[in-house]
Every structure is written in structure tokens, then in C-alpha cells.
């Protein structure tokens, strides 16, 4: 068994934490079932730039290569052979190669602690974001209300600032705008504009959604960001209670960042059914 | 102010209970803002069915015709004034009558307490949800792994026997069919036919679900019934861990329930914008 190569151990590692660091989505290839250097290991990121090496200048390539299709699919790990797609390389015909995907937690930033962000942070920890829930009521974000620790309490003095601050790059974060308010809504919506969020959602109803939209438009906020806006928040199950409403927050979320359409997954049954009778496999 | 009329108010809280506990949908009037007999309640069936009176005999009768529409809105409560439902009534013109929606706790059986029914009894119970789980390896229904004491746990001897016993009447209730194995879940859904849950859905690919269901069907299982099982269970969220897919499954619970549609909210202002610029309110 071959030792480590520590220099480039160490390289690798300090890749890996930057990527986790940065929010952004990469993939770790492990060569396995090789007759050398198994357990070597390459970090490939989404743009196909690679640290590490399996030993081999052109399989580090091909691997590279593969990359972004992986990332692609949903999975969280994949074992390929080497053979399947890189069949040239009669050398590695036999060997496999494990991609794993390397993602940060995703993180959720609610805008008000009532009803609806209360719910919000409290089923969102439980479907692994990482929650951070503002409000400029101190009494509000209080632990005693959230015993769950996984979950930021902000108390905020002033939205604009609370709600960028906790932002950040905005990179793999998700925002909800769900204060007590309509100008509460419309300041925090103005300060989450300018960020780079992956998902903003907006609560209210159309009419009140529009305005608030109209009214950033005219004050010069980005077109295409508002565009980006949903609004109002949330996916259509006909919500009644403020736990239903964030569930249709949540699900939203979801949806978008891994590409879900909101539609029931057993709906070709029924229409396949009412529909021309084609197959369905 | 009259006194409240003893015998009628032990019968108007009889059939209160019986409502609650038959785990059906009723509405309770009150007349309010009138000369006379304020306070006093009705309590009407969706069938339109009613107990209790107001003190006249006509009043009664155009509360209780009035009710379905109330209850086939999504409102919790809702003031009518008497004069825009029954102008005939000259005499009460100026009275309100506030209807108020009775409704049990939403039930949800959940066949296997693997990661995904674990996730489910956690998320749902935090939605308003009376959760059951069953599991057949009594270690997976433990107390300990469901600190929240709103969650039922039960060990079942006999997969059949625990899922028709858990149902009852079925009334409120949906039941997911999430096991660690595909003849259990065969099982199960074989069970969960025979019963008048409101929503039943099964986990599994297209393929597999197809399976299952054929299976039934040829052994004479109830077509109309199979028919409505949603399988595979839940929205497309396109979601990746368990925690995603029982929020995903209790999203299409909710939607079920409450006559949603799964897609964004906001899709009209993304359709409206693409589309033939036509004005949107």
C-alpha cells in the first residue's frame, strides 16, 4: 500500500475546507479497485479545475472531465468505472473511481420571528439547513422559544444591516422576508435585493407583492433581481396555518435549489390513466 | 342579557364532542350584534344538518343552508351580516352571525420509522399533525429516538393488524407507506385499502410502485382505491435526503388536504411577464 503523499494530503484538505468555506459545490474522486495508488484522490471543482493527483497525469483529465456531469445528477455519491468513460485508458480499464459530492449545509435566512418565521427555522433545522432567524423584537429571538441550538438568534437593531450581515456572499443561502409588517417586509426586502441570495422569497398577497416589487423597481433596485423575487413565498398546497405556510416556504426552497417542478410526483399515473393509454414504465 | 338556556347549551357540547371525536367537519354560529338572543349558537353539519336555535325557527334554517359554502372556503371564522345571506329576514337585518370552522387535528399513520418516516413523524408533528408510527422492529419506535411525546410509537406484531387498528375510520387521516422493504410495503398498502383514509401514498420508483399496485389489482383489490394512491408518494421537490422527502410527502399531505396545487405561488408573475403582457392584479 502506498503512504500518503503529505504535501499533497495537506493541499487537499485545505481545498476541501475552502470549498466548504466558500458555499460552493465540488467533488472528491477517489481511485478504488486500481492495481496502484488506490485511495488517491483528486478535488474536482464545478468548473472542472482540479487539486490532486491520481498518479497519472491523463486519468486526472478524463476524472476532471466527468466531473460536472456528476455534480449534475442528484446523487451524493457515484462509483464508475473507469472503462465506462474513459475507455481509451486500457491501463485503468479495471479500476473504478468514487465521486463523492462535497456541498455545504445549505443556510436559511428568515426575516421576522413571528408565526411563520418561528415555524420556518424550527422545520427548516430539521430538513438540515442551517437557520438564522432575525427580528428587531429582542423578545422574539429569545432561546427559550427556539431550545433547538442549531438555530441563530439574531436580535436586530437595525434590518438593513442584521439581514445583509447575515447574508454574507450568499452563496447556497436561502431568504424569507416574513415580518410583522409591510415596511418591515419592503426594508428587509431592499437590503436581501442587494445581495447575491440564491432564493428570496417575499410573503403577502399578489397585489401586496406587486407594490412592494413596483415600488423597489422605481427607486432603482436590479430588474432582474426582483424579477428572481418569489413572491408571494411558498409553493401552492393551500396553507391555512402559520406551520403550513412555512412548510410551503420550506418546500419552495427545496424545489428550487434542486430542481423539483412543486408537482405531485404520482401525477403521469393519473394522467397516463385519463391520457391516450401510452406505456408508462 | 338572557340567560344562556341549559339544556340546549348540554346538547349543543354533546354534539361538539361528537364531531371532534367522529373526526368530522362542522360549523358553530353565533349570533352576534343583534336585539335579541345574542350569544346564542348553532351548530350545523357539513351536511347541513343542525343542533341547537337561535329562537327562530327561520333564522335557523337559512344559517344552516348558508354553512357548506362557509366550510367549503378555507376560512377559520368568517362574519356574515344576516342582511347579505337572507334579506327576507327583515327583522334580524342588523345581526351578524359569526361562523367558526370545527375541525379535528389532521391524523397521519406512517408505516415504517426508517430515516424517511422518521423525518416525517418529526416535521408533521411540528405542522399540527397527530403522528402514528409503526414499525414492526420495536427498537425503531423507542421513545428515545422521539423525544416529542405528541408523536405515537407503536411496535407491531403484525404489519395488517397495526395499520387497520391505527386507522380506525379512517376519517382525517393519511397514511404514508414508507418501510425498509418492498414486501412490507405490500403489505401494508394491502391494509391500508381495505380502510377510508383520505390520502394514502407509497414510496418507491414509477417501476416498482407499479409493481405493487398490479399486484393488488389482480388479486382484487379495490380499483377505484389503487387508483388514488399516490405513488410514487410526495411532490417533486427534487428531493435528496430523507429529511427532503418527508417534507416533500407532507407538502402533498397539506395539498390533499386543503385543495392546493403544488406548483410556486408566484408562477403567475413569472408566466404573466413571459406572457402577452396582460395586466395582473
Redesign the interface.
Known amino acids: 500500500m502506498p503512504e500518503p503523499n503529505e504535501p499533497s494530503a495537506a493541499l487537499l484538505l485545505k481545498a476541501i475546507l475552502r470549498v466548504l468555506d466558500e458555499g460552493s459545490i465540488a467533488a472528491l474522486a477517489t481511485l478504488t479497485n486500481a492495481r496502484k495508488n488506490v485511495g488517491t484522490k483528486i478535488l474536482v471543482a464545478e468548473s472542472g479545475d482540479a487539486v490532486g493527483s491520481f498518479g497519472d497525469v491523463a486519468l486526472d483529465r478524463v476524472v476532471a472531465k466527468r466531473t460536472p456531469g456528476f455534480l449534475e445528477s ?1 446523487d ?1 455519491a457515484h462509483l464508475f468505472h473507469v472503462r465506462d468513460f474513459a475507455p481509451e485508458l486500457t491501463e485503468w480499464a479495471e479500476a473504478s473511481i468514487l465521486f463523492e459530492r462535497l456541498e455545504p449545509e445549505p443556510r436559511l435566512v428568515i426575516c421576522g420571528a413571528g408565526h411563520v418565521g418561528a ?1 420556518l427555522a ?2 427548516a433545522s ?3 439547513y442551517k437557520a438564522t432567524l432575525i427580528d428587531d423584537r429582542p423578545d422574539f429571538v429569545v432561546r427559550d422559544r427556539f431550545p433547538d441550538g442549531r438555530i441563530e438568534l439574531i436580535a436586530a437593531q437595525n434590518w438593513s444591516d442584521a439581514v445583509r450581515e447575515a447574508i454574507g456572499s450568499g452563496r447556497g443561502v436561502s431568504v424569507a422576508v416574513v415580518t410583522r409588517g409591510h415596511n418591515e417586509d419592503e426594508e428587509c426586502l431592499r437590503a436581501v435585493i442587494a445581495t447575491d441570495a440564491d432564493y428570496v ?1 417575499l410573503i403577502g398577497s ?2 401586496r407583492t ?1 407594490m412592494v416589487l413596483d415600488r423597489l423597481r422605481e427607486a432603482g433596485a436590479d430588474v432582474e433581481k426582483l ?1 428572481k ?13 402559520p ?2 405556510v ?3 416556504i ?3 426552497m ?2 428550487d ?10 401525477s ?3 394522467e397516463s ?1 385519463l391520457g391516450k393509454g401510452k406505456q ?2
Open positions: 442528484r451524493e415555524a424550527r422545520l430539521l430538513t438540515g422569497g399578489k397585489r406587486n424579477r423575487v418569489h413572491a408571494p413565498i411558498g409553493l401552492d398546497i393551500g396553507a391555512v396555518t406551520e403550513e412555512a412548510l410551503a420550506l418546500s419552495e427545496v424545489a435549489r434542486r430542481g423539483g417542478t412543486g408537482g405531485s410526483l404520482s403521469w399515473r393519473r390513466e408508462v414504465r
